[in-house]
């Protein structure tokens, strides 16, 4: 299943009757209003699938998955800690996703490479991408004016680091 896209984390049950708290990985709640089924597994390679019966939105960076086949607690909470995915043909073509963007080469606009894009940790309220070297690491903002050009075919993020960093 190499077309999966991970848009989120199950990070606890809510309620009695099956609903899932998710941890959301997308930027708007658009790509999951039209999401009919998705993906749950411990990784890619390891996914069950499960019909959607409901998707509601939260405060921001989180969402409430009601999934056909679970409807109690004990079912919700097996399902703590797994990854949700979704087809990546049910998502937007002019987004990046973070399988597109980690392994790219991190450089400033002056074009000192600062190492290799190795992680991207969600906050709620932005991402922050953990670039290496191999030897130190160094915590971007996903923000428009940190992260000035992605260039997915040359394998190069250009950034412009705030102060300090």
Request: glycine share 10%; with cysteine.
């Amino acid at each position: 299943m190499n077309n999966l896209i991970e848009i989120g984390i199950i990070v606890k049950p809510i309620g009695l009757k099956g609903r899932l708290k998710v941890l959301s990985y997308c930027e708007s709640a658009e790509v999951l209003e039209t999401q009919t089924g998705v993906f749950v597994g411990e990784d890619i390679e390891q996914v069950s699938s499960f019909g959607v019966k409901k998707i509601g939105m939260m405060k921001r960076g989180t969402f409430t998955l009601e999934l056909e086949g679970v409807g109690t607690l004990e079912s919700a909470s097996e399902l703590v800690g797994r990854s949700v995915f979704v087809p990546s043909e049910n998502l937007p073509d002019d987004e990046y996703y973070w399988k597109d963007i980690i392994g790219l080469d991190v450089v400033t606009e002056e074009g000192r490479k600062l190492g290799r894009l190795t992680t991207i940790l969600p906050t709620g309220s932005n991402d922050v991408y953990v670039c290496n070297d191999g030897e130190r690491e160094i915590l971007i903002p996903a923000f428009e004016d940190v992260v000035r050009k992605i260039d997915i075919e040359k394998g190069v993020m250009v950034v412009m680091l705030p102060e300090g960093l």
